[in-house]
């Protein structure tokens, strides 16, 4: 049921784009682009450099792109996927001990401000061209665990105390959030109406609870008090000596969580190559325009 939703929605969005870049392309700055990749994340669930191969995941994404200057490009996107971690495959024995794990769906749409480190060549788009990536991501998310088959999700059992009335613990944090996108992308021409491109994203979260750990364990007779009770308990800690003392930390609340993606995308523009078209450079239909007359004039034959 969940692919058969997530096709849908990828079918309904590619036919929406399509629609609006066909009906632009007398303006020969608009295309469209999908594509997909890998995924993973920095946070209280990851300590390596380079992620764990167990807990890379993947992602698809479509957009529509306008060509706004020779040098910036905007996009605009929606991509979904998953992202994954666990304490099992940590470097440190504290995080091995631990033992927690995380998984969760994303759902995000975005504007990206590219900016082309390199011009046109002449009247035609270079070959390779590198760029830099910013600009704003909104996205929802729900971190889960999996035990015995089934899911559990994670924040409605307020694993860090949010449900424990009358105290100092955090309140319970949104699913919907806000993240800064921030990478680096090279273009790869194909034609003149297609092109190649291979993208590595960081989205930097505002929040440290993408995993559901953040900050100390909460009192586990407090804790068992809550509405989830004995299941916030046991999501809470998975040490094998016992639930740990009030206060001892369970995450670093310093360090906000972001996650990764890394794809490629094919990026097709109507008409960006056709005589007259925006392929010959933004100003390349006026130069040909002035060819032609020139050409045309007796005072050259």
């Known amino acids: 049921m969940k692919s058969h939703k997530l096709y849908c929605k990828s079918v309904f969005l590619l036919l929406c784009l399509s ?8 303006q020969r700055r608009f295309g469209i682009f999908a594509g997909g990749g890998f995924t993973w994340y920095n946070g209280d669930m990851n300590d390596r450099l380079i992620a ?46 631990r033992d ?17 480190l390199l011009g046109y060549r002449g009247r035609e788009t270079r070959r390779v061209t590198p760029y830099i990536i910013g600009g704003l991501t909104y996205f929802s998310y729900n971190p889960y ?30 699913l919907n959030r806000l993240a800064m996108p921030l990478g680096l992308g090279v273009e790869f021409k194909i034609s003149r109406s297609f092109a190649a491109r291979v993208e590595l994203v960081n989205h930097f979260t505002f929040f440290d609870y993408f995993d559901d750990v953040s900050t100390d364990y909460a009192d586990s007779a407090l804790l068992a008090a809550t509405p989830t009770g004995a299941l916030a ?6 040490l094998a000596n016992g639930y740990p003392r009030t206060g001892f930390n369970r995450g670093n609340e310093n360090n906000n969580d972001t996650y990764m993606f890394l794809g490629a995308t094919l990026l097709y523009t109507p008409g ?30």
């Not at 629609?19 to 007398?26: G, K, R, V």
């Not at 479509?62 to 940590?90: C, I, K, Q």
């Not at 089934?150 to 319970?172: A, C, D, F, K, V």
Request: proline content about 6%.
């Open 233 to 238: 308990v046991a999501m809470a800690s998975n």
């Open 52 to 97: 764990h191969p167990s807990t890379i995941d993947n992602y698809w994404t479509a957009g529509l792109l306008y060509r706004a200057t020779p040098r910036f490009h905007f996009s605009l996107s929606y991509a979904s996927g998953e992202v994954t971690s666990a304490d099992s495959v940590a470097v440190q024995d504290f995080q091995r001990r």
């Open 100 to 116: 927690l794990h995380f998984r969760t769906d994303i759902d995000q749409v975005s504007l990206h401000v590219n900016y082309r």
């Open 272 to 301: 960006w190559g056709e005589s007259g078209g925006g392929g010959r450079g933004p100003n390349g239909p006026a130069r040909l325009r002035g060819k032609k007359r020139k050409s045309n004039c007796p005072a050259y034959h």
């Open 145 to 174: 665990a999996v035990v015995n088959g089934q899911r559990i999700e994670l924040q409605p059992l307020g694993t860090e105390g949010q449900y424990i009335e009358n105290s100092n613990n955090p309140e319970p944090y949104e």
């Open 19 to 26: 629609f609006l870049s066909h009906s632009l392309t007398a």
